[in-house]
Structures are given as C-alpha cells and as structure tokens.
C-alpha cells in the first residue's frame, strides 16, 4: 500500500499548484479523470487559512484525488500525511506528484492507502492510527457530508481537539444531529462548502 509504482512524471496539465510553504507555486498534475475534481487554488487557500498552523500535525487526506489538499498539507509543515483513494487513476497521480517534488517512496513522511474510505478508517483504527486534521473532499452529491462523517464515527481516528475539515457541496449542509463533534466554522465559495469540525 505504501509504494510509489512506476509511474513516470510527465509534468502539470491541469493547472494547479501549491500555493504556500516549501514547494510554494510548484506545479501539480491534475489529470483527465472527470471523477477528479481539482480544489481551485482560492477554496485551497481559505480551507488551509481555516484551519491554521499545521505545525508537526499528522494529516489524513480522504478521497485525496490528486493529493492536492495533503501536499499542501506538507508543504505547509505538516509532519506525516496519510493520502487515501481507492481508484488507480487517483493513486497514480499522488505518486506521480509527490514525485514531482522529489517526495519518493519510502519517505517517513508519506503513506499512500489504495482503499475506499470506510475500509481505510477502519483499517487506520485498528493499527491505533491518530491523526491532528483530517481532511475530506469527497464527490459532490446529495447525503455525501453526512456520510463521511458517519465514517468517522464509526472509525474514530481524530485526536482530542483535532480538526476535520470537509469540502462538499454548497448544496449538501446536513449532517446527523448526533455527530459528537460540534460545527466550528463554514464558508461557502459558489457551489462549494467549507466545513469544520472540533473534536472536544
């Protein structure tokens, strides 16, 4: 699950970037895959400004696509990152862009999970997995944030006073009245949604 496979990098051709820290305006491949949906670079920049310092945190990036949000992530500090997709295409184009920035396999920094999510979670649970900020940006569609939030639930992986932060659909706001970690902040960009949650 962890290592890179063969894919050779052949440079951007979607336009995207990192916008801040160590690999500040390298480029990122975003691929044809129209399953993929790029974060544009101003919902990136107030989902990170959200969220704040990263520090040394350990990030999950959940239904990571191009690994765009958890690149950012290590840009920006973070201490390990754990990217999660279960479609070829997306896992090619993670390992293909962290080796654009010289981030090979092996790295201590880096691991790669080709699951869906649930099976990640869980799997994550079990070997005692714990993460500061778990970030998630799953397909838009109607239901979806409540159903990543019943993941967590069922799969709790977030630290004490951890942050998940979800972009979804603007259209797409409920969530279960019982999810335990309270809304803390929510922006909304167009069609897209910024959520934030606690746990306290």
């Known amino acids: 699950m962890n290592d890179w496979g063969g894919v050779g990098s052949s440079g951007s051709d979607g336009g995207m970037r990192i916008i801040a820290g160590t690999y500040r305006s390298r480029p990122l491949k975003a691929g044809k895959d129209q399953r993929v949906r790029p974060t544009s670079d101003k919902v990136k920049g107030a989902l990170f400004n959200m969220i704040g310092s990263l520090g040394e945190n350990r990030v999950l990036d959940l239904y990571a696509g191009t690994g765009s949000l958890g690149i950012e992530a290590l840009s920006r500090g973070a201490g390990f990152v754990t990217f999660v997709d279960e479609h070829p295409g997306s896992l090619a184009l993670i390992r293909d862009n962290l080796d654009s920035l010289d981030v090979v396999a092996g790295d201590p920094r880096v691991r790669i999970i ?16 714990i993460f500061d900020v778990i970030l998630a940006d799953p397909p838009y569609g109607p239901g979806v944030l409540s159903r990543v939030l019943e993941i967590l639930k069922i799969a709790p992986i977030l630290e004490r006073n951890g942050i998940l932060a979800v972009e979804h659909s603007a259209k797409d706001v ?25 746990k306290g």
């Open 174 to 198: 409920e969530f279960p009245p019982d999810f335990p970690w309270p809304l803390v902040r929510q922006r909304m960009y167009g069609d897209t949604a910024l959520t934030l949650f606690k």
């Open 114 to 129: 080709g699951e869906d999510v649930l099976g990640a979670c869980q799997r994550l649970q079990r070997e005692g997995g």
